[in-house]
């Protein structure tokens, strides 16, 4: 009976140091776990979190500074790719089984680094930044259609500037010398947009560019009274060759025999008949 019991008390201290060690080992991890979110983040996410605030604080600086006039997608292309770049290597990175994307990402309502990288994305894609590059190679250049309108861009910019003179007095003068600028330019930015204004299909700084010359060349210069000078005249002569037809037949209707048509009339056949009934009556 001593023995029974005794094996009884053995097994009791058995299982009590089982859950011990199980308890010690639970105990264990949550310690790790709350240690790992509050001070011991592996180092690499660290070093990835603080270059991604550091590429996101440079795009936000040189989106600021190219606001006006807006150059942001020429100029801040590597800010962007690097923060972009940097976000996506920040979502990858697993250090010894524990994902950075787990530390950082969706853990509360603020979600602080996805938020910044969902703002700068969307400034990036209102203004339409990708249409400026090609992207066919491992980094993005200038497109060819981007290049070719810089250039023509530039041509017309420094012939204005060289031809104007400071009081703005010759403005004819500007037109009729770079009129053949601003045409090919305002060709080639209608070339690349898909509808008339161009908002979702051109590059912001295109855009931008665009509005900027044609509010110089209307407003400032005046210089598309020139452009509608031939339009005028067409609109002109279709009215004068509209207008003859018109003039033809008053023409023929006041100015030949046909005036002594209601004398004609006089002696109709349907008066006639009307002459006969009438006698026929009275007999």
């Given amino acids: 009976m001593k023995i029974h019991i005794f094996a009884i008390f053995l097994l009791n201290v058995c299982i009590s140091i089982i859950h011990a060690g199980d308890a010690g080992v639970e105990g264990y991890k949550i310690l790790t776990t709350t ?15 603080d270059s991604f605030a550091e590429y996101a604080s440079n795009f936000t600086m040189c989106s600021i ?38 530390i950082y990402f969706s853990l509360d309502r603020l979600d602080v680094i996805l938020e910044y990288h969902d703002n700068i994305l969307s400034i990036w894609n209102k203004g339409n930044c990708n249409e400026c590059y090609d992207w066919t190679e491992s980094t993005p250049v200038l497109s060819n259609n ?6 023509i861009f530039n041509e017309t910019v420094t012939c204005i500037k060289t031809t104007i003179n400071p009081a703005g007095n010759n403005s004819d003068e500007v037109c009729s010398r770079c009129m053949e600028f601003y045409i090919n330019l305002d060709k080639l930015y209608k070339s690349l947009s898909k509808d008339s204004i161009g908002l979702d299909s051109v590059c912001f700084d295109i ?12 407003k400032d ?13 067409f609109f002109w002569c279709t009215g004068i060759i509209a207008f003859l037809p018109i003039m033809f037949y008053a023409m023929v209707r006041y ?4 005036r002594d048509l209601p004398r004609a009339l006089k002696e109709s056949r349907f008066k006639q008949s009307f002459l006969r009934s009438s006698r026929e009556g009275i007999n």
């Fill in 35 to 49: 240690n790992l979110f509050i001070n011991d983040q592996p180092v690499e996410c660290l070093k990835l979190l």
């Fill in 65 to 102: 500074k190219y606001a006006r006039p807006v150059r942001l997608c020429e100029k801040c292309i590597d800010e962007y790719v690097m923060f972009t770049s940097k976000y996506k290597e920040l979502l990858a990175t697993v250090v010894n089984g524990t994902s950075c994307r787990e």
């Fill in 146 to 151: 981007t290049i070719l309108f810089k250039k």
């Fill in 207 to 218: 855009l931008d560019s665009m509005n900027t010359t044609r509010a110089v060349w209307s």
């Fill in 221 to 233: 210069l005046n210089c598309c009274k020139r452009l509608k000078s031939p339009e005028t005249i």
């Fill in 255 to 258: 100015l030949s025999p046909l």
